[in-house]
């Protein structure tokens, strides 16, 4: 791609690039980082010098392809088009700039995978989400989604036996109990202004049901936006409590005898406009328009197979277990948490407008750019087949008759399975993006396999 910001300086500079170097420059910004999400679920990407920023927002930062190859062990795969030849550029997105406030002279935006003349690459997670984005607008809609993240605050400490470090909770607090809110107080705030700092809208907050366990919310946004809030929440977690001394872990399971960390996705569909919710409806026993029982047919229809994009490491799994409220069945109910989909009561005083779904099976472990992109392709396809999702479920579905609600896939290996076999998904996807996941997803179901699960713990609770 050409130098859109030469030294001749043909290319003028677009506001949110002129913002993005006025607060480089005032703030005292040396290093910004360009963020990308991996198909392993990692975060990763490189910084520009404040020197050399002008340029590369324009050019990004030349990078290997191999890397969308790369498992969250840092083991590279066997992908054709994806190995020592080939380079992309991570190019960021300048109205997602934001100063780190836990590591002063820095900042980051989230970025795009391009081909080094600019064009969108087929492997690029953001490419996907966009593409789905726009898929939906065809039909007149928007998506509206907030991640409901949770993490466990503690400390990584040494094994006394000279094993793998340990995670060691922040407390033994109960559930929502205040020992909880005054033993991580210090921690909980910085996080709060960390957060409100860089735009996120904090909305609430509590100790959960895990020893160390926090759960902390943020304001829903447009879809994209949201995925991209997600990535920004998820760095600062970690950022604020490694400048604290502490560690952070969104892992699903960090800690095996503890509750584990979702980060459940709440989904409505607006027009284009973002005026109206066509999720609500006023007249419907549980307010819910015919287009969303579509939507949640897709979805359920789809369920086996995007649990290995939204729940997308092995970890994972071990959280997916009945009792815990983190959903194991194929299932939608009204206010039911261990649906795989719950229809969330309203809030407020237009329960038309906060009609809402919130989607159980996901977590901090997966790409955020798939996982909520597939969500939209199953849901779309829903409301092009009209599918029915059958009646809801009003009891805890374990509760039921063996094999009357089927069963999540209860390993990765099992859910890669069953996304292999989904043609709609595979489809959206596309050849390669398909081919490297399954590689990536694949080696890291093995690798796991051969180690125990303290193996699995410390590399899951020290990577997310």
């Given at each position: ?398 509760t039921l008759p063996e094999g009357s609600v089927p069963r999540l896939p209860t390993t990765l290996a099992e859910a890669l399975d069953a996304l292999e076999a989904d043609e709609l998904l595979m489809n959206a996807l596309g050849p390669l993006r398909a081919t490297a996941y399954l590689a990536v997803k694949r080696s890291e179901a093995r690798a796991f396999a051969l180690q125990d699960a303290d193996y699995e713990l410390f590399h899951h609770f020290r990577v997310f």
């Amino acid at each position: 791609m050409a130098d859109r910001h030469s030294v001749t300086g043909a290319h003028p500079l677009d506001p949110d690039e002129r913002r993005v170097l006025e607060r480089a420059e005032t703030e005292g910004i040396e290093l910004v980082r360009f963020l990308y999400a991996d198909h392993g679920g990692v975060i990763r990407g490189k910084a520009a010098s404040r020197s050399r920023l002008a340029e590369r927002l324009g050019s990004g930062i030349g990078h290997t392809v191999a890397m969308m190859a790369m498992n969250m062990l840092d083991q590279l795969q066997k992908v054709e088009r994806l190995g020592p030849v080939g380079e992309v550029r991570i190019v960021p997105d300048p109205a997602t700039f934001v100063a780190l406030p836990y590591a002063p002279g820095a900042a980051a935006m989230v970025s795009d995978l391009r081909r080094p003349d600019g064009s969108p690459w087929e492997v690029c997670p953001r490419t996907f989400l966009r593409e789905a984005i726009d898929a939906l607008a065809a039909e007149g809609h928007a998506l509206v989604a907030a991640y409901e993240p949770e993490f466990t605050l503690g400390r990584r400490v040494p094994h006394p036996s000279g094993g793998l470090d340990r995670l060691v909770p922040a407390d033994d607090s109960l559930c929502y109990a205040t020992p909880g809110f005054n033993q991580a107080h210090d921690y909980t705030m910085r996080l709060v202004r960390a957060l409100q700092g860089q735009g996120l809208h904090v909305e609430h907050y509590h100790p959960e049901l895990g020893h160390g366990q926090q759960e902390l919310s943020i304001r829903h946004a447009p879809a994209l936006r949201a995925a991209d809030n997600h990535v920004i929440y998820r760095e600062t977690v970690r950022g604020v409590a490694s400048a604290m001394g502490l560690w952070a872990s969104l892992a699903p399971k960090p800690l095996a005898d503890q509750a584990g960390n979702g980060a459940h996705l709440h989904l409505s569909l607006w027009d284009r406009d973002l005026r109206v919710n066509a999720f609500g409806d006023v007249g419907d026993r549980y307010g819910l328009s015919p287009l969303a029982y579509r939507f949640i047919g897709g979805l359920l229809a789809h369920l086996p197979a995007l649990t290995a994009l939204t729940c997308g490491s092995v970890n994972g799994f071990r959280r997916l277990t009945p009792g815990m409220w983190s959903s194991a069945h194929v299932c939608y109910g009204m206010d039911n948490r261990e649906a795989a989909v719950r229809i969330c009561s309203p809030v407020g005083g237009d329960a038309e407008a906060a009609a809402n779904l919130e989607f159980k099976p996901s977590d901090s472990s997966a790409n955020p750019y798939l996982s909520l992109g597939a969500v939209i392709h199953a849901g779309l396809d829903g409301i092009r087949r009209d599918l029915d999702p059958g009646d809801p479920v009003d009891v805890d579905p374990a509760t039921l008759p063996e094999g009357s609600v089927p069963r999540l896939p209860t390993t990765l290996a099992e859910a890669l399975d069953a996304l292999e076999a989904d043609e709609l998904l595979m489809n959206a996807l596309g050849p390669l993006r398909a081919t490297a996941y399954l590689a990536v997803k694949r080696s890291e179901a093995r690798a796991f396999a051969l180690q125990d699960a303290d193996y699995e713990l410390f590399h899951h609770f020290r990577v997310f």
